[in-house]
C-alpha cells in the first residue's frame, strides 16, 4: 500500500489574513469561518500563522487587539511541508515542534494547510501513537527538570499562559516571571 502524501489530505484554500492585519480582524474571521488559525498571506507568499492561542495570548498581554497586527504574533520559526512529502513526515514535525497546524508550501508559495485534524480523519489509528509520543515528552521533561534543580524551581506554580510563548502549560517562576518548561529551558 502506497502512502498518502500532503498534498492527498491537506486544505487547498485555507483561510487567509495580510501580515498587517489587525488581530482583531483575524479574530472576528476565525470566529465568523469557524476556524482556529489563519494563515498570513501575502503576494501568494507565506508569511506566517496566526492561532487562538496567539490571539489569547496577546489579550492578556496588549490587551486592545486593534493595535496588534498579526505579523507581531505569528511565530518567527515557520516549520512548513512540501505537498510531496509523506503522512508519516508530517507526522514527525507535528510531534517534534509542537505545531498542529503546518502550512503546505512549494517554492515558497502557500499551496494549503496541513491540520493534525485532517491527518486524524483520514488516519484515525495514528491517534494512539500521538497520545503516547505527548505522554512520553511529558515524562522526559518531568525527569530533565528534577535532574537540574540549579536552574530553576522544580514545583509546577499553576497551570496558565506561559509569558514567554503564549502556550497553555503548567508554569514555573524564573526569575520573577511565569514561564512553561520549554522556555525555561531555554532562559
Request: proline letters at 4%; hydrophobic letters at 35%; glycine letters at 4%.
Amino acid at each position: 500500500m502506497v502512502e498518502r502524501t500532503v498534498s492527498d489530505i491537506m486544505t487547498r484554500n485555507p483561510i487567509t489574513a495580510k501580515p498587517n492585519e489587525s488581530l482583531l480582524s483575524c479574530a472576528k474571521k476565525m470566529i465568523k469561518k469557524r476556524i482556529g488559525s489563519l494563515v498570513l498571506v501575502e503576494k501568494g507568499k507565506l508569511k506566517g500563522i496566526v492561532s487562538q492561542k496567539d490571539i489569547l495570548w496577546a489579550i492578556v498581554k496588549k490587551s486592545d487587539l486593534s493595535k496588534v497586527k498579526a505579523k507581531d504574533v505569528s511565530p518567527k520559526k515557520l516549520i512548513t511541508l512540501k505537498p510531496s512529502a509523506k503522512i508519516s513526515e508530517a507526522i514527525s514535525k507535528i510531534n517534534k515542534n509542537h505545531f498542529y497546524r503546518l502550512p503546505v508550501v512549494k517554492e515558497g508559495k502557500l499551496m494549503g494547510l496541513l491540520t493534525l485534524k485532517d491527518i486524524l480523519s483520514m488516519h484515525p489509528e495514528v491517534y494512539s501513537n500521538l497520545k503516547e509520543i505527548e505522554f512520553i515528552r511529558e515524562e522526559e521533561e518531568k525527569i530533565k527538570r528534577l535532574k537540574d534543580t540549579d536552574s530553576y524551581v522544580k514545583v509546577s506554580v499553576r497551570d496558565g499562559i506561559c509569558n514567554e510563548c503564549g502556550q497553555r502549560a503548567p508554569l514555573y517562576k524564573s526569575n520573577g516571571t511565569l514561564v512553561c518548561a520549554s522556555c525555561l529551558d531555554s532562559i
